[in-house]
């Protein structure tokens, strides 16, 4: 059992890591799939869809309490309404109506839905940061980023799955975080070599960009904003347009299923693991001396509140069961009844030798008696006489 539980630990370990590799990806052309962060090798899901199956693309996806997120780009209709993601379509399902604003970029942190974007009924129209509400859609001002105005090609991306926000401004090539309480931003510095992010995640303590000038997935330092050019772009290589969202492969939305390759791994593992454990058990418990394993009752938990850890009671050794003693072989049977036969035959010669005696000395005596005892037989009959 200890074999099986310790295979099914490397064997979820293994799964965790493989998706640790990969993340949900969305492009402006609408497609939605995964990419592998440490290859580019972009896998096709499907195409972002609403409800009334229109496509259409998405400015960012984002995470919360195990559920994916999305707000639509520029190309669509409904620029400020919040969607839910399904994972293994990606049909998007509005959260609330619209809230009548232009988001740019969408994002999270650890604890919150986010958007930079603008009022189209403002003159000047300046960036501004909201927090989205993940149940009703609802936007609430935080405050102006300062960071630009109005719309266009020009989009920025927020960061997912980070303690903090972070925020790449496609204007100058440069990285800011920005105060989730205020809206104000503090730089980092540039990318460098003309690099354009177009969206930002952070998994497994890496900070990944999608590179929209290179066309590659690019790792990031996030105390400097430096950008080292990472595996090309698969999204591009698919000719389905540039990247405008990544989300760890990990979330869901709580009603999907889980996938099944993932759930096919772990059983199997599991099956092979636990038949595996039962021959050795069984095995070894044909051998001549093998003791038996303690009951299931013997086991209890540590009394210590410092520890959760399990401690086996030591039984004394007359309450531990032995195996039955292997039964006699063949031969071994027939040298015991031989034992046996010739035993009985010596006891039987003996009793018969006894009576044979005892026969003799009683003739002896009647024709004694009668006195007509043969010369021959009377030193014998004396000595019988002596002897009885």
């Given at each position: 059992m200890r074999l099986a539980f310790v295979s099914t630990l490397f064997l979820m370990a293994s799964v965790a890591a493989a998706r640790a590799d990969t993340a949900y990806v969305g492009s402006s052309t609408g497609a939605f799939g995964t990419?592998?962060?440490?290859?580019g090798v972009f896998t096709s899901i499907g195409q972002f869809e609403s409800t009334n199956d229109i496509p259409q693309s998405v400015d960012g996806l984002a995470v919360l309490n195990g559920s994916m997120f999305a707000s639509e780009a520029t190309n669509g209709t409904a620029h400020g309404t919040l969607f839910t993601v399904n994972p293994t379509n990606g049909v998007l399902t509005a959260v609330g109506p619209d809230t009548g604003l232009y988001y740019l970029s969408f994002g999270s942190t650890t604890n919150g839905l986010y958007a930079v974007g603008f009022d189209p009924n403002s003159a000047s129209r300046p960036w501004n940061l909201y927090a989205?509400?993940?149940?009703?859609?609802?936007?609430?001002?935080?405050?102006?980023?300062?960071?630009g105005s109005g719309t266009g090609?020009?989009?920025?991306?927020?960061?997912?799955?980070?303690?903090?926000?972070?925020?790449?401004?496609?204007?100058?090539?440069?990285?800011y975080t920005l105060n989730t309480s205020t809206g104000s931003p503090t730089l980092l510095g540039a990318f460098g070599g003309s690099t354009t992010i177009g969206a930002l995640l952070l998994e497994d303590g890496t900070l990944y960009g999608g590179d929209n000038f290179h066309n590659t997935i690019d790792t990031i330092n996030p105390a400097t904003g430096t950008a080292s050019i990472g595996p090309a772009s698969g999204v591009f290589q698919a000719d389905q347009g540039f990247i405008y969202a990544l989300a760890p492969a990990g979330t869901a939305p709580p009603a999907?299923?889980?996938?099944?390759?993932?759930?096919?791994?772990?059983?199997?593992?599991?099956?092979?693991?636990?038949?595996?454990?039962?021959?050795?058990?069984?095995?070894?418990?044909?051998?001549?001396?093998?003791?038996?394993?303690?009951?299931?009752?013997?086991?209890?938990?540590?009394?210590?509140?410092?520890?959760?850890?399990?401690?086996?009671?030591?039984?004394?050794p007359s309450t531990i069961s032995q195996q039955p003693r292997k039964a006699k072989s063949r031969n071994e049977q027939n040298g015991v009844e031989a034992q046996t036969r010739k035993q009985e035959e010596l006891r039987l010669k003996n009793e018969r030798?006894?009576?044979?005696?005892?026969?003799?000395?009683w003739?002896?005596?009647?024709?004694?008696?009668?006195?007509?005892?043969?010369?021959?037989?009377?030193?014998?009959?004396?000595?019988?006489?002596?002897?009885?």
């Open positions: 990419i592998n962060l440490n290859n989205l509400n993940p149940s009703t859609g609802a936007a609430t001002l935080i405050g102006p980023t300062g960071l090609f020009i989009r920025g991306a927020l960061s997912t799955n980070s303690g903090g926000l972070l925020f790449a401004d496609d204007n100058n090539g440069e990285m999907s299923a889980p996938e099944p390759a993932t759930w096919s791994m772990i059983c199997a593992g599991a099956m092979v693991a636990l038949v595996r454990a039962r021959w050795v058990s069984r095995r070894n418990s044909r051998k001549p001396g093998a003791v038996s394993a303690a009951p299931p009752e013997v086991w209890a938990l540590n009394s210590s509140p410092s520890t959760s850890v399990t401690k086996p009671l030591i039984l004394a030798h006894e009576m044979k005696k005892q026969t003799h000395y003739d002896v005596i009647e024709r004694k008696g009668r006195g007509c005892v043969p010369p021959g037989e009377k030193k014998r009959s004396a000595a019988l006489s002596v002897a009885a």
